[in-house]
């Protein structure tokens, strides 16, 4: 009977629509200077910096010196307004509500005269009652009063500096940028970062809109998939919270609904909750999935990522004709964070549905800098989907930013892009006040019940670095260190860590800062006494002295999930910065003005040189060779660095480092054109590091490094989760100047690839090898990969082909190779075929569409028969000719770089 009444309920609903409504409020308002006199159109969602632009008060400020000729605009206070009137019957139901979806950060909201509420966290929604002050004819007023958050923040930490200082104050003076960010909850990277600028952005960065219902509306659906006790089913636990009444209940029937592949399964379920001591009305449900019905989610190169839609429907009790629905997508599959005891420390790494998963990905830092722009969907699934293209399956959204948009998290899902998911603190210690800590608890309180039903979401970290802060004495902290461990310890454990386990039942990830010694930090009361070891937990690690391209200069921990070197985006990229050449010579001040770190043009030159020839400074292209330089030897690095990393991953040590699982370089994309960590830069183009990342992220690999012995070590390294039989390992020794591309030696290891596994299949005693050869370290170089063995004659590629270089390729006898384009071919729509052909053997040949977006299939690789066959896919439709026309070639001995 029950189940009948909540369907006829429903039918009612349907035909009568007395559910509730919504009237959005985006569009057009008007915004003005506060204290000024100035007006002018602003959009909603946007922001400040936004909306001058788009009037042309300020010119791009993305472009030349903008940033800081429009730094006033942080400065200063605003003011956002709209007229509007109330759409017919809203105000009829008994609650009505404004709603922001996201306010940068400090405002006084005002309607009709009335104040209505303040905001102080840009991280959180919103919800005012407005029903006794809307009216329901004529005009009504909005007024979004909006402080400085340079000033506030200067406010509040005068105030706490009646205590004790909270660093860091200020970022360094090469940062250029604001002081105090660590004082409020808006994004850090705002006030400017080693890698982008300071935008202490204010508006409505998300949609607002007014709510009307009569008994409550459906503000999230959190679900939980765990096992069944008997292993045979999923349980989908779904908890449906409420949006608050006057009388703190809400009544009615709730109907939970899981679509599968050929069938629902649901249940109906009686509500008459009150409020928690939580101040919540929330209804937990639960649904069994025998696992047979569905399908696993799996990481990006593991398998599918199926996801099935819960849905949740409520009939009111107090109003049968007041229906409300809501719906998410989920995911079946477990996550496991695995710290396993060893004779030194521990293991770290994850397993999904079980299996252990080397985590293979980068650092996300926010979209935009811009926040309403980060909402852009083209440039989301642009960055995600080049993730996914080459071989990622992990990234960090990393703490300095945002909690990205919905769409971010979706895309993820359907990618199988795994989300390590830091709380929004950075590179810095934070209040511990009353005031403080409730402000964080609303914001991990609605960022985990909007996150936490994403499958792509495997681990939440507490903040980005901050232990290291105060254990490493970072900025003096050892001078008041048990006060600011209480502060660190009541901010990530007695609240973040808190709330999200009381949303998540226990069962989310988490672990409380990135580095972290994971178990072991716990054990010693959260600060541990050397963040970042070795043995335990993830380490991040930033070398600018040591030679980049030898293996020995790195770590080997159980997991690595920040490493990075700085390079230049080609000049196509910073010609939408500037319109002068001129300002892209290294030493320029417009160079010198985007290089936010601390002497890293000078460390980028260093690292450059200590394995590459630069030509001489007074060269016609001495800046060209110094861009495609700087991408080569990042590029290189990274790649070396990373293969350590999975070389280790089946290893240890003789003083038991290594079983390193989890490789996250610094970072995937940037928020401006500048010198950089990024493999993606701002316009989108992919940099020489993102094509590496496709091969030394490839599941099957094979590696070599050169030890402090002088011995070759050639490893394999497989992923997959079953082994790979009958292989071979096809190893050549070519000689640089080689126009015959023969090799002087070749040799072919059979062999098994072991499911999960790092071999080392044989050991070359270098430079005698090499003497053997008639060889040294400057005239030849290793070459190899692996191919799948279909008979004696028949062999396949199943791995990215690669290289060792003995020597130093400055002190090396390099071809001057002439590396031409010799056809290019439509193959498909978008899709294209070039030809590169050399007369010798050219290293990282790279290729360049300039005004035509897209990207190749391999680039920067080495060049060692006489063509390579390449495909180039475009962004937009593009004729044949333009394409040609376009296309340019280089390598590291050009002859117009000598």
């Given amino acids: ?493 007695t609240t973040v860590r808190s709330e999200l386990d009381r949303i998540s039942g226990g069962q989310a990830v988490f672990i409380s800062s990135s580095p972290t010694n994971g178990n072991l930090t716990e054990k010693e009361g959260w600060v541990g006494s050397s963040p970042g070891n070795q043995y335990w937990g993830d380490v991040h690690f930033y070398n600018y002295i040591l030679d980049p391209w030898d293996s020995s200069t790195y770590p080997i921990p159980r997991f690595c999930s920040e490493y990075g070197y700085q390079s230049l985006p080609f000049e196509d990229a910073w010609m939408t910065a500037t319109n002068n050449v001129s300002d892209l010579q290294i030493n320029s001040k417009f160079m010198d003005w985007r290089q936010h770190h601390p002497e890293g043009n000078g460390e980028m030159a260093l690292l450059i040189a200590e394995n590459l020839a630069m030509p001489d400074s007074s060269s016609a292209n001495y800046t060209s060779a110094f861009i495609y330089l700087s991408e080569v030897y990042t590029a290189q690095a990274i790649k070396v660095e990373t293969e350590h990393y999975r070389r280790y991953r089946s290893y240890l040590t003789d003083d038991g480092r290594g079983k390193t699982m989890g490789a996250l370089y610094w970072q995937l994309n940037d928020v401006w054109v500048a010198p950089t960590w990024s493999s993606i830069d701002y316009t989108g183009r992919w940099k020489m590091l993102h094509y590496f990342a496709k091969d030394f992220f490839s599941h099957v690999i094979v590696t070599g490094h050169i030890n402090g012995a002088r011995e070759l070590q050639i490893y394999t390294v497989n992923d997959n989760l079953s082994p790979v039989e009958d292989v071979s390992v096809l190893v050549r020794l070519y000689k640089y100047n080689s126009p015959d591309f023969r090799p002087v030696y070749e040799n072919r290891i059979s062999l098994n690839l072991e499911a999960g596994s790092s071999q080392l299949i044989q050991t070359i005693q270098t430079d005698t090898f090499l003497a053997e050869q008639n060889c040294d370290k400057n005239s030849c170089f290793f070459h190899y990969v692996i191919h799948k063995n279909a008979s004696l004659t028949d062999t396949v590629a199943i791995s990215p082909e690669n290289y060792v270089f003995p020597g130093k390729l400055k002190n090396s006898d390099l071809a001057l190779a002439n590396v031409q384009i010799s056809d290019v071919k439509k193959s498909g729509t978008k899709t294209f075929v070039v030809t590169v052909t050399t007369d010798n053997i050219a290293l990282f040949v790279w290729l360049d569409s300039h005004n035509v977006r897209g990207t190749f299939s391999e680039n920067g690789f080495l060049l060692t028969q006489s063509n390579r066959t390449v495909t180039f896919k475009s962004n937009d439709d593009v004729t044949l000719e333009a394409l040609k026309n376009a296309l340019s070639v280089t390598h590291l001995k050009d002859p117009k770089y000598a």
């Avoid at 950060?105 to 009335?114: K, M």
């Avoid at 009444?245 to 249940?267: C, Y």
């Avoid at 939440?460 to 970072?474: I, Q």
């Fill in 1 to 493: 009977m029950r189940l009948f009444i909540f369907f006829l309920a429903l039918f009612v609903a349907q035909c009568h629509g007395r559910s509730s409504m919504t009237q959005s409020l985006d569009g057009t308002w008007v915004g003005k200077e506060t204290e000024y006199w100035y007006e002018f159109p602003v959009t909603v969602p946007g922001g400040v910096y936004t909306d001058l632009m788009n009037v042309g008060i300020f010119e791009d400020v993305f472009y030349g010196y903008n940033d800081n000729s429009s730094r006033w605009a942080g400065q200063i206070n605003w003011t956002y307004a709209l007229n509007f009137t109330v759409d017919e019957g809203l105000l009829d139901r008994d609650h009505v509500n404004i709603v922001f979806e996201g306010v940068d950060t400090f405002a006084t909201i005002v309607i009709n005269n009335v104040t209505v509420g303040e905001t102080s966290n840009m991280f959180v929604r919103y919800v005012f009652d407005v029903k006794p002050i809307l009216k329901a004819e004529g005009n009504n007023t909005i007024k979004v009063f909006f402080q400085s958050p340079i000033e506030r923040a200067l406010n509040l930490n005068n105030k706490q500096l009646e205590k004790y200082v909270i660093p860091w104050q200020c970022p360094p003076d090469e940062y250029r940028g604001e002081c105090h960010i660590n004082m409020i909850r808006k994004m850090q990277a705002s006030f400017s970062w080693d890698w982008g600028p300071a935008f202490p952005s204010m508006g409505l960065w998300k949609p607002v809109f007014l709510e009307a219902y009569d008994e409550t509306r459906i503000r999230h659906i959190v679900t939980r998939v765990s096992n069944s006790e008997d292993g045979e089913s999923w349980v989908v636990s779904v908890d449906t919270y409420f949006a608050l009444n006057e009388k703190k209940r809400v009544e009615g029937s709730l109907n939970v609904k899981i679509n599968i592949d050929f069938e629902s399964i649901s249940k109906n379920v009686e509500v008459n909750e009150t409020v928690n001591t939580n101040g919540e009305l929330v209804k937990s449900a639960s649904l069994v999935v025998k696992k047979q019905l569905v399908h696993l989610w799996w990481p990006n190169g593991y398998g599918s990522q199926p996801l099935y839609e819960v849905e949740v429907t409520f009939a009111s009790a107090q109003a049968s004709d007041d229906v409300l629905s809501k719906k998410v997508k989920i995911g079946f599959r477990t996550v496991e964070l695995v710290q396993e005891t060893l004779d030194t420390g521990a293991t770290f790494y994850f397993k999904i549905n079980g299996e252990p998963i080397f985590a293979k990905g980068s650092n996300e830092i926010p979209i935009n800098v811009l926040p309403e722009l980060g909402q852009d969907r083209q440039t989301i699934r642009h960055l995600l989907q080049s993730a996914k293209d080459v071989n990622m399956n992990m990234l960090r959204v990393w703490g300095g930013g945002v909690y990205e948009s919905d769409y971010f998290y979706e895309v993820a899902d359907q990618l199988g892009i795994m989300i390590w998911q830091d709380f929004m603190f950075a590179c810095s210690l934070y209040p511990a006040t009353e005031e403080f800590l409730s402000n964080v608890v609303e914001e991990v309180n609605h960022n985990v019940k909007r996150l936490l039903h994403h499958p792509s979401v495997v681990v939440y970290s507490g903040n980005n670095e901050n232990e290291g802060v105060l254990a490493d004495n970072w900025y003096g902290t050892q001078d008041n260190y048990d006060q600011y461990k209480k502060d660190y310890v009541a901010l990530y454990i």
